[in-house]
């Protein structure tokens, strides 16, 4: 029958993925590993409605069994949470001590944590605390701890693919490098999952673990020099063709802001970055914290 596993493996959204997350810590009875199936499908009865294997409970009116019910009924009032949410597939040499510790993961405000075995966990955390979290790893345990990390936010229900769906797609993926160093692995959209490739052969989608975090610290100090319309000037002026044109509007928008954003942009070399280092900045925002 289903393991706990397989239950996360069964989610259709990321709303699903932390109720079935919550439940597995909170209400473990909920997924009893041995139990007996439904019955087939026939014109007027059947297995659950979602899990296609359990029998339905009575009074469930969408026809699921008492796992898939419980999952389906917490997860309603977790899907503007989730929007807010980044998923970290680890497979590590050892688990990192601020994921085996309870009190660690309740301080980041991470949202919850699934451990697999020894080397495999599962942690969905709110996107902004994400640089707090990988800076306190590598604090901890610096260049001992070896492996690969995927980061990819969560999905809606609806889509072309489910959430188990992305997730086995990421845990293909985790076996891909050697145990020599931290590898992270950073999808901005989890459709990308299904093409790393193109990521890949963009320069933006494989980084050392304190490379990656540098990253996350240039998106925090961006965002707290430039107001969200500024970021969205800065875009388009560096995303102009013509030279002339783009010195032009370079020019008038240094004018524009304030000496601290000029000063900031100017020692980054800003204007001469190429498209897809820029892309990968402005992905990185939407995960960074605001500090003003």
């Not at 087939?40 to 019910?69: A, F, N, Q």
């Not at 498209?275 to 605001?290: D, K, Q, S």
Request: glycine share 6%; with cysteine; charged share 25%.
């Amino acid at each position: 029958m289903l393991t706990t596993f397989d239950w996360l493996r069964c989610c259709e959204s990321g709303a699903e993925l932390i109720a079935t997350t919550d439940l597995i810590k909170s209400a473990p009875d909920l997924f009893p590993i041995e139990e007996e199936i439904g019955p087939p499908v026939c014109g007027i009865d059947g297995p659950c409605m979602r899990c296609w294997i359990y029998p339905r409970l009575p009074e469930s009116s969408d026809h699921y069994c008492k796992t898939c019910e419980a999952i389906i009924s917490k997860a309603k009032g977790l899907g503007r949470i989730s929007r807010d949410c980044m998923i970290v597939w680890g497979f590590v040499n050892f688990l990192p001590d601020p994921i085996k510790r309870d009190g660690e993961i309740k301080k980041i405000q991470a949202r919850c944590l699934y451990l697999l075995d020894e080397n495999h966990f599962m942690l969905i955390m709110l996107g902004h605390k994400l640089k707090d979290w990988l800076r306190e790893v590598l604090l901890y345990h610096g260049s001992e701890l070896k492996g690969l990390m995927l980061l990819f936010p969560t999905i809606g229900k609806g889509g072309s693919s489910s959430m188990g769906d992305i997730l086995c797609r990421a845990i293909h993926q985790d076996s891909r490098f050697p145990m020599d160093r931290l590898r992270i692995r950073f999808f901005s959209r989890p459709a990308e999952l299904k093409f790393p490739h193109r990521r890949e052969n963009q320069g933006i989608l494989t980084f050392e673990a304190s490379e990656f975090l540098g990253l996350l610290e240039m998106a925090t100090i961006f965002r707290a020099q430039l107001l969200p319309n500024e970021q969205d000037m800065v875009r388009e002026a560096v995303s102009l063709k013509d030279n002339r044109e783009k010195s032009f509007y370079w020019g008038r928008l240094m004018g524009f802001l304030r000496q601290e954003a000029r000063d900031m942009l100017t020692a980054w070399k800003f204007k001469e970055w190429p498209e897809n280092r820029i892309r990968l900045l402005y992905e990185l925002v939407a995960y960074a914290p605001f500090t003003p």
